[in-house]
T-cell receptor, first 113, second 114 residues
Framework: DTEVTQTPKHLVMGMTNKKSLKCEQH?????MYWYKQKAKKPPELMFV???????INESVPSRFSPECPNSSLLNLHLHALQPEDSALYLC????????????FGPGTRLTVL | AQSVAQPEDQVNVAEGNPLTVKCTYS??????LFWYVQYPNRGLQFLLK??????LVKGSYGFEAEFNKSQTSFHLKKPSALVSDSALYFC????????????FGQGTELSVKP
């Protein structure tokens, strides 16, 4: 089973709202990732967690706040977003964070009004 | 700088014909190369990967890719295209020590017509 689940599927929020995206995997993977993807463009890496510790932050604005409560869960907390943050947010996981295959979830389509 | 390039934004193929989606890479060290497919409003789906060993890699749904070190290429191929293969294809690469950072190509839109 190579399933990564993400909730919600769609999210519409105003610029003053606080919301969270959730990602879950039960494959025993120890690396988890957040990506942002604009239409027909490649995913852009935002954060990497390895063994529940943040290992890479690609200079993401502080209005995005990741959290890894345990080895199966990854959250992305959103606050005071801008309309240009509207995108598909993808979560991925891999056995380890070096060269293993990353498996992606279906994504959350975020619209910021 | 390390990079992955997909020189074609779009590839059009007739159903039943062979398809090729091109990818070239420039990474230091031994490359780890991947192909992903993305259907509309979906996440990326893993197709195949090259780590080491045989230059011809077989993957899901009848796809295969050939690693060519001298040409620094990793083209995706399928002998007989299906309409359902129409999607956005991404080539990606990394090397050991990158901490999980995948370098993606810009993507190629494959359109298979009946």
């Amino acid at each position: 089973d190579t399933e990564v689940t993400q909730t919600p599927k769609h999210l519409v929020m105003g610029m003053t709202n606080k919301k969270s995206l959730k990602c879950e995997q039960h494959m025993g993977h120890r690396a988890m990732y957040w990506y942002k993807q604009k239409a027909k463009k490649p995913p852009e890496l935002m954060f990497v967690y390895s063994y529940e510790k943040l290992s890479i932050n690609e200079s993401v604005p502080s209005r995005f706040s990741p959290e890894c409560p345990n080895s199966s869960l990854l959250n992305l907390h959103l606050h005071a977003l801008q309309p240009e943050d509207s995108a598909l947010y993808l979560c991925a996981s891999s056995l380890d964070r070096n060269t293993d295959t990353q498996y992606f979830g279906p994504g959350t389509r975020l619209t910021v009004l | 700088a390390q990079s992955v390039a997909q020189p074609e934004d779009q590839v059009n193929v007739a159903e039943g014909n062979p398809l090729t989606v091109k990818c070239t890479y420039s990474v230091s060290g031994n490359p780890y190369l991947f192909w992903y497919v993305q259907y509309p409003n979906r996440g990326l789906q893993f197709l195949l990967k090259y780590i080491t060993g045989d230059n011809l890699v077989k993957g899901s749904y009848g796809f295969e890719a050939e690693f060519n070190k001298s040409q620094t290429s990793f083209h995706l191929k399928k002998p007989s295209a299906l309409v359902s293969d129409s999607a956005l294809y991404f080539c990606a690469g990394t090397t050991g020590g990158q901490g999980g950072k995948l370098i993606f190509g810009q993507g190629t839109e494959l359109s298979v017509k009946p």
